[in-house]
């Protein structure tokens, strides 16, 4: 079973909007980690939050993690054409094989 | 990207032929991946390594073996392929420096394999 759920599976906006998306999961993590994937190519790594922080930045992205609920945002600000990809969370099947379960995906379109 | 290569990048294929993937990193990472990705099933873990010789099962191994004879090489095999392997494979690594498993994973580029 999937551990991290995104929700909306599709979302699209015009360029310069914000984009938000969220994903649940089911058990304990010590962190979770959001990948986007371009049409055609290999998931790329944006950002990791660790499960004693609440939120993170990196350039137009910003991540909240809320462990009493199970749930993490992706929020991209003043969104661009090339942010159109699909994006993944993942978190830790267990501490220490480094392995991760994926989410199925939000996919995002950018309309200029 | 992190020097990850996936040979080859497109196969056809038969019924019952064997098939073996490979992957290929420069960064000397611990931890190398292969996962299939469908619509529908995201992406699902099919084995792992976490050292050279050392693999382990993933969620959706049946069908599949891979082996890992040096850090940098990292091969599935499908023994006899079926229609429904057909789908994106994709190899990944991470460094494994980190216990806790704070380690992004790096993914190849993917290949996409039809057997029909």
């Known amino acids: 079973s999937q551990q991290g759920e995104e929700d909306p599976q599709a979302l699209s906006i015009q360029e310069g909007e914000n984009a938000t998306m969220n994903c649940s999961y089911k058990?304990?993590?010590?962190?979770l980690q959001w990948y986007r994937q371009n049409s055609g190519r290999g998931l790329v790594h944006l950002i990791l939050i660790r499960s004693n922080e609440r939120e993170k930045h990196s350039g137009r992205l910003r991540v909240t993690l809320d462990t009493s609920k199970k749930s993490s945002s992706l929020l991209i600000t003043a969104s661009r054409a090339a942010d159109t990809a699909s994006y993944f969370c993942a978190t830790p099947l267990s501490s220490n094989t480094g392995k991760l379960i994926f989410g199925q995906g939000t996919t995002l379109q950018v309309k200029p | 990207d992190a020097g990850i290569t996936q040979s080859p990048r497109h196969k056809v294929t038969e019924t019952g032929t064997p098939v073996t993937l490979r992957c290929h990193q420069t960064e000397n990472h611990r931890y190398m991946y292969w996962y299939r990705q469908d619509p529908g099933h995201g992406l699902r873990l099919i084995h792992y390594s976490y050292g050279v010789k050392d693999t382990d099962k993933g969620e959706v191994s049946d069908g599949y073996s891979v082996s890992r004879s040096k850090t940098e090489d990292f091969l599935l095999t499908l023994e006899s392929a079926t229609s429904s392997q057909t789908s994106v494979y994709f190899c990944?690594?991470?460094?494994?420096?980190?216990?806790?498993?704070?380690?992004?994973?790096?993914f190849g580029p993917g290949t996409r394999l039809t057997v029909l």
């Open positions: 058990t304990s993590i010590n962190n």
């Open positions: 990944a690594s991470s460094s494994g420096q980190d216990i806790l498993s704070y380690n992004e994973q790096f």
